[in-house]
């Protein structure tokens, strides 16, 4: 499937360009969706001057954003009935995510496109968690932005031939979830240490 769509990119420039767009959207409804790699293609065409580099970052960037406020409301909208929550791992996911809400905020979403395997939880979760619209749309939008920089950045950069652009991102992207993730463990142990402190005093 995923060749067949890269097929059509290549071949066809506008049509290739609205699919850029309607899989990016549908990866945050849709998580298993290949909209990442589909971006990631069509800006290695638009290094090599296949596609017009612009107009790529403008359907990336409006589909990522439509669908993180797509995902938004169908959480918001349908809460804890949604199909995803009749599976105990999804239903376990969302609450851990949620739990980070309460913890952090909403700036969690300038991080949730780096977190491969849990991201597309965030938007739903934010949903259920009732954050604010306008704090959704700020915060998921700046993340979408870095998030396609470094797409955009992989695609025309990293590398020759297709294969390689794919292989060297995917690296770098899990280069960057392993830092994020230690970095989120040691905010939380410190978090927990720093209240164990307040509470110790007053026992």
Do not use: C, K
Not at 39 to 46: G, P, S
Not at 57 to 71: I, Q
Not at 94 to 100: F, P
């Amino acid at each position: 499937m995923t060749e067949a769509i890269q097929g059509a990119i290549a071949a066809h420039a506008l049509p290739g360009l609205l699919l850029v767009a309607a899989l990016a959207w549908l990866e945050y409804v849709f998580p298993p969706a290949p909209g990442d790699s589909t971006m990631l293609f069509a800006f290695f065409l638009a290094g090599r001057g296949a596609l017009p580099l612009p107009a790529v970052v403008t359907v990336a960037l409006a589909g990522s954003v439509l669908g993180a406020m797509t995902a938004y409301a169908i959480g918001a909208r349908a809460g804890r009935g949604y199909f995803l929550l009749r599976s105990e791992w999804a239903r376990g996911e969302l609450l851990r995510i949620e739990g980070w809400f309460a913890r952090a905020g909403a700036w969690l979403l300038l991080l949730n496109r780096f977190l491969p395997g849990v991201r597309g939880f965030f938007l739903y979760a934010a949903g259920i968690s009732r954050l604010g619209v306008r704090r959704t749309l700020v915060y998921s939008t700046a993340g979408n932005v870095l998030w396609i920089a470094l797409i955009a950045w992989g695609g025309t950069s990293l590398g020759s031939t297709w294969d390689e652009v794919r292989v060297v991102f995917r690296r770098y992207v899990w280069g960057i979830a392993i830092v994020l993730a230690i970095y989120a463990v040691l905010t939380v142990v410190r978090s927990r240490r720093r209240r164990a402190a307040r509470v110790m005093p007053s026992s």
